[in-house]
Every structure is written in structure tokens, then in C-alpha cells.
């Protein structure tokens, strides 16, 4: 089951040249949700992997770069005659603010269902839940979100399988299922259950204690990192986290990989990337458009993906080529070094 973080915008509040405002699409198998819809987040697909069929919209919070977008995105699926229904849900707030906007996007031809979630609520889906973790972003109520995939079968042991005087076929693949096979049960022949990935994405927020307990062994964590260390008093007062907040908290929190997201306008990335890496060496600085992807543990760690269309996105003008941030490498479709 393939698992990826698709980067549809990685800045904060405004947008600059280089970054999109914030947007993460997952991708798990056939299921599409994006986490937040900043302003531009529509044409920023349509740039890149196409406006795809999701199915749900996490909201994280209320303030306009993390919103904006979605009325005229609600539009653009209108007028393709999409007749898939369209779940959004965010904070207490959110069917208010939808109603609101319903002035902009008009009348749908899809069914759209506004869930206004608790915390620590959790979406079930096939195979995984999405549950809303509570942070610290000012006085109204905001979210982060945890995907947790549910917990796999252990691994099958052909070897005892056949010395128990199970034949090489269609048993194995029963006893891999569940079902006992010529009085032989499965649990003699499969390991212990294995952990399934999980994802988490902070939202706006100041370091918390919710957030740190819901990211404890994620496989990635993405963490915004508004300001740079040098700014701390300016993040504490705005409910923000520089890099090296983030990236401690990664540290306390055992996760796997950190990466870097609603960086400020005022940052290349590559800086705020290095002063994480200072306190958690498995940190990622991601720019619009890169992947990461998430394999099973045992297959090896999450690795990010630079955009290989970088030199010329579709739709884009001749000469309209996007050099790399200050300090990056030029990379293309490049899995990026440690």
C-alpha cells in the first residue's frame, strides 16, 4: 500500500516566488486527503500532479492562509461536473465559516458533508483513522492531525509452514488470511503483529505537549517552523515554533523523519533546515511540489523527492524555469542526502 506527502505549498501567511501557502496532499492507495487549502492551492495542482479526485479536506485552523483556497477550488470541482462527494472537516467553527463561503462557490453538484470534529476525534477509514490533535495556536481552537494506519499481520514463516506439513500454494496464502488450513492455526506459522506508519502534520502552532505525545515514533512529522531561532520571542508571541523547536520536539518525540513546513517568506529554507538538523539530524526543508515517501518500516526509512518537473512545470512559460532556493542544490527527481 503505497503512503506519500505530496507538497502542494510549504510557506506561512503570505505567499512568496518559491513557496505556495500551506497545502499537503496524502495519497494512501487509492485515497486522496488534503491537509489545509491555502489560497492558489487549485492552480498549484494544476501545475503539478493535476486537481485530483480527493475525498476529503482537513481544515487545521481559521486563519486565511490555511482556508482561502478552498471556495475557489469547491468551484473549479463544480464546474468539471464532479459527482463524488467531498467531505471537509476541521474545528469547531468550520460549518459556519463553510456557510459563509457558500456565497463564493454557489450550488454543487456533489454532495458536500462539513464534520466538525472534537479533540482528539478521530476519522476511521478503511485501513487507518485520521484523529485531530489539539495545539496551541492562540485563543480559538485548532488542530493538528495524526494519520495512524491500523495494525498489520505479522510476517509469514513459509519454513514452519512446510514443516508442519503445510504444501507451498494456495494454504500459505489462506494461513495468511487468518484461516486455519489442515489443523494447523496461524498464529504457528505468522510473527507478531507489525506496527503500522503512521503521519503527522502540527498545523500552525507553538511547541505542546499534544503534539509531541501524538507524533511519539511517526514515521514523519511534519512541523511547521515559521521563524528561525533567533526569532523565539516573535514565535512565542504568535503561537509559532522556530526550526529548533521543532526539531527538538521531533527529538523528544522519536520520530523518524521531520519536515519543515509554513516556512516564512523571509527564508531561503536551507538555514532553517540546517539549525533543525542541529538537534535532529533526520530533518527535510521540503519546497512546493517535492514527495515524501513513506514505505513500511521494513522496507527501508520515509525519503523525500525532489520535484522532477522543477525546470519546467506544466503549463509553465519558456523561461519560467525556478532556479533553487539559496544554498540548495539544483536537484530534479533526486532523492536528497541526509
Known amino acids: 500500500m503505497d503512503l506519500s506527502l505530496f507538497f502542494a505549498g510549504t510557506g ?38 493535476g486537481l485530483v479526485d480527493m475525498d476529503s ?15 475557489g477550488m469547491l468551484k473549479s470541482l463544480a464546474l468539471r461536473e464532479r459527482d ?54 492562540g485563543a480559538r481552537e485548532a488542530y493538528g492531525y495524526a494519520l495512524v494506519e491500523d495494525e498489520r499481520a505479522g510476517e509469514f514463516d513459509p519454513g514452519a509452514a512446510e514443516r508442519l506439513g ?33 503521519i503527522v502534520l502540527s498545523g500552525d502552532t507553538a511547541p505542546c505537549e499534544a503534539l509531541a505525545v501524538a507524533a511519539h515514533e511517526a514515521d514523519v512529522l511534519v512541523h511547521e517552523a515559521t521563524f528561525s531561532d533567533e526569532e523565539a520571542d516573535r514565535a512565542r508571541e504568535t503561537f509559532h515554533s522556530t526550526a529548533r523547536q521543532a526539531a527538538e520536539l521531533a527529538r523528544g518525540a522519536q520520530a ?35 514527495t515524501i515517501e513513506v514505505p513500511f518500516p521494513e522496507r527501508g526509512p520515509a525519503a523525500l523527492i525532489r520535484w522532477s518537473g522543477r525546470g519546467a512545470r506544466p503549463g509553465a512559460e519558456p523561461g519560467e524555469a525556478e532556479p533553487p532556493a539559496a544554498g540548495e542544490p539544483a536537484a530534479a527527481g533526486t532523492i536528497s542526502s541526509p
Do not use: N
Open 12 to 49: 506561512g501567511s503570505v505567499p512568496a516566488a518559491r513557496r505556495g501557502l500551506p497545502a499537503v496532499l496524502v495519497r494512501r492507495g487509492g485515497d486522496r486527503l488534503l491537509f489545509d487549502c491555502g489560497e492558489g492551492t487549485q492552480r498549484q495542482l494544476l501545475r503539478s500532479v
Open 57 to 71: 479536506v482537513f481544515v487545521t485552523h481559521f486563519h486565511a492562509d490555511h482556508w482561502l483556497g478552498l471556495p
Open 84 to 137: 463524488l462527494p467531498l467531505a471537509v472537516y476541521g474545528p469547531r467553527g468550520i460549518a459556519e465559516l463553510m456557510g459563509v463561503m457558500r456565497i463564493i462557490y454557489g450550488r454543487l453538484p456533489f454532495e458536500l458533508s462539513v464534520v466538525e470534529l472534537d479533540p482528539a476525534q478521530a476519522v476511521e477509514r478503511d485501513g487507518y483513522r485520521v484523529a485531530a490533535v489539539p495545539v496551541q495556536h
Open 166 to 198: 503445510v504444501s507451498p500454494g494456495p494454504d500459505f496464502g489462506r494461513l495468511q488470511r487468518g484461516h486455519p488450513v489442515d489443523g494447523v492455526s496461524p498464529e504457528q506459522v505468522m510473527g507478531p503483529p507489525r506496527q503500522g506508519r503512521k
Open 256 to 290: 523518524r523523519m521531520l519536515a519543515l513546513t509554513h516556512i516564512s517568506s523571509r527564508y531561503a529554507g536551507s538555514e532553517v533546515r540546517e539549525e533543525a538538523r542541529a538537534a535532529f539530524a533526520a530533518t527535510e526543508a521540503p519546497r512546493d511540489f517535492d
